[in-house]
């Protein structure tokens, strides 16, 4: 099957399960059969899975199909089973009706709105709520539309044309009695549709990809998928008709890439491209290795590129390290580190209100929200992240603004000396060890000196220095993490104090500068 057609199919089946499961809520007779009924409810993914939690039976296995599906597939939930993701296909599709066709671009992610809702709900469910799942799940949302907004207009319906039927001696059509009326109900159901359909008519499936803890969750797991939409960087000629039609907002044809996290495979983009540059791509498929590059030539050419920067007056970007082969060894830390001024994670989890304010003001944005680094009570409050950025020096802005006193204030002085916690070096992680090749990144951006760089006999017999630490001064700014160049693993790593301590004073060293004083111009 040639790939333009299957938006097509994908429509068709999409359709094929709304309308089924729209029958389902609007059965004012019971007429629907029960194999249909259970066909639609046993792929629905949220009550598959509370069903599958409770009783543990193959029958309630649906979740576990939806999730194989989106493994292989993506998310193919969303573009065809869900049916509030229908419903908004056809609020989009209704709202171009008549009118010039829309046109969709790329839009960044909001990672932290739709990780957050989807942490919550996990989190309230885990507690043993289900108050937010219940409101975010997209069946149970879309069933509470129809059975409250759209079953009525079907029951007035009904009855009138029973009826009318019974005035001419028909009485096949009974009539329904009505039910009662729940106005908190009625107001959530009226609220979720006008959200939705308003999202779906100005911005496609944004609904989904950031409401939505299902599509979240889907989401997450077809960024692992087998097979994904991707771009032909050789076929294709950045005409954006694929962008435009993409509303999940996920192609970027700048750059030529796909966000498959957003992706909800609706195809719209496969059916417009005319180059055919658009295909699905085996993710599994282990790559080819690539040839070994020239790293004299490579190193010859940055620094050639660093000079001519240094001459136009651009600043020169950092040393790049290049490695022979990736890190192995994890960063294994026995504690997070918590803000300066907090005195303990203790006292720190126990007064801070995760209001951000930190984070949002932080100015080397080291302050990032933690997930489970605090223990589940610690959940969203901020934590050093030092692969975002390091803890400047004389900064003390977050502890000037906390309004809640989970970071006191301490003076720049006694925040210089303030341990948050210990950098510890990775020898088999470093590019000296591993590669002979000189680095001090380490040292050069510690600000107390407490990593220092001594000989390191190699043998290659070049002149070069590895890391060595003193504990005693390190303050665990996470400067000498940040900077380290290594991949995926840092061959330093700051081990955070559950309780903050004081450092020693570093040692400054005064350079003794002999002047010859014989000459006209002794300076």
């Known amino acids: 099957m040639a790939l333009h057609r299957l938006k097509t199919l994908r429509v068709g089946v999409a359709l094929v399960f709304f309308t089924l499961t729209v029958l389902v809520f609007l059965d004012l007779h019971n007429r629907v059969a029960p194999p249909i009924a259970y066909g639609v409810l046993y792929l629905q993914f949220v009550p598959s899975l509370l069903q599958y939690f409770h009783t543990a039976a193959p029958g309630a296995a649906g979740c576990i199909v939806i999730v194989v599906l989106t493994v292989l597939f993506g998310r193919v939930y969303c573009s065809t089973i869900c049916p509030l993701g229908t419903l908004q296909d056809i609020v989009g599709f209704a709202a171009t009706r008549g009118r010039k066709r829309r046109s969709f671009r790329f839009s960044a992610p909001l990672n932290a709105l739709r990780y957050a809702i989807l942490s919550l709900t996990v989190l309230l469910l885990l507690a043993g709520s289900g108050l937010l799942l219940n409101l975010l799940d997209p069946f149970s949302s879309f069933g509470r539309i129809v059975a409250n907004l759209f079953r009525p207009a079907t029951l007035l319906a009904n009855n ?27 107001g959530l159901s009226m609220a979720t549709l006008l959200l939705v359909a308003w999202l779906a008519a100005t911005r496609g499936r944004l609904y989904c990809n950031t409401i939505c803890p299902v599509g979240t969750l889907l989401g997450l797991l077809a960024g692992i998928s087998w097979l994904r939409i991707g771009i032909d960087q050789d076929a294709c000629t950045g005409c954006r008709s694929c962008e435009d039609v993409c509303k999940a907002g996920c192609i970027d044809s700048r750059w030529k ?10 195809c719209n983009c496969l059916a417009v491209c005319r180059k055919d540059a658009l295909r699905f791509e085996n993710r599994w498929r282990r790559p080819v290795p690539a040839a070994q590059p020239d790293r004299e030539r490579r190193e010859f050419l940055l620094n050639s590129g660093a000079l001519l920067l240094g001459l136009t007056g651009v600043p020169e970007p950092a040393r790049v390290i290049i490695q022979s082969k990736p890190t192995t060894i994890p960063e294994r830390v026995t504690s997070p580190t918590s803000p300066p001024g907090s005195g303990s994670i203790a006292h720190f989890t126990a007064t801070c209100t995760a209001c951000h304010l930190c984070v949002s003001a932080c100015p080397s944005r080291v302050l990032v929200p933690s997930l489970f680094e605090f223990g589940l009570e610690g959940m969203m409050q901020p934590r050093m992240n030092f692969h975002s950025g390091h803890c400047n020096y004389d900064c003390t802005i977050c502890m000037d603004i906390c309004p809640s006193g989970a970071i006191l204030p301490l003076g720049v002085e006694r925040k210089r000396l303030t341990q948050l916690g210990v950098a510890r070096f990775i020898k088999e992680n470093c590019v000296v060890f591993t590669d002979n090749t000189a680095c001090g990144a380490c040292s050069e951006h510690c600000p107390t000196k407490a990593v220092d760089m001594v000989p390191y006999p190699n043998p290659a017999n070049k002149p070069l220095k590895i890391p060595e630490m003193k504990p005693d001064f390190c303050i665990g700014c996470g400067g000498c993490e940040h900077a380290c160049p290594t991949r995926p693993y840092k061959a330093i790593c700051v081990d955070g104090n559950p309780v903050h301590k004081l450092a020693k004073q570093p040692v400054v060293k005064k350079m003794e500068e002999k002047v010859d004083t014989s000459g006209d111009f002794p300076f």
């Open 257 to 266: 890439t796909v966000d498959s996290s957003r992706c909800v495979g609706c």
């Open 160 to 186: 009138v044309a029973a009826l009318l039927l019974e005035q001419v001696g028909i009485y096949a059509l009974p009539r329904v009695q009505w039910a009662a009326f729940a106005a908190a109900s009625a």
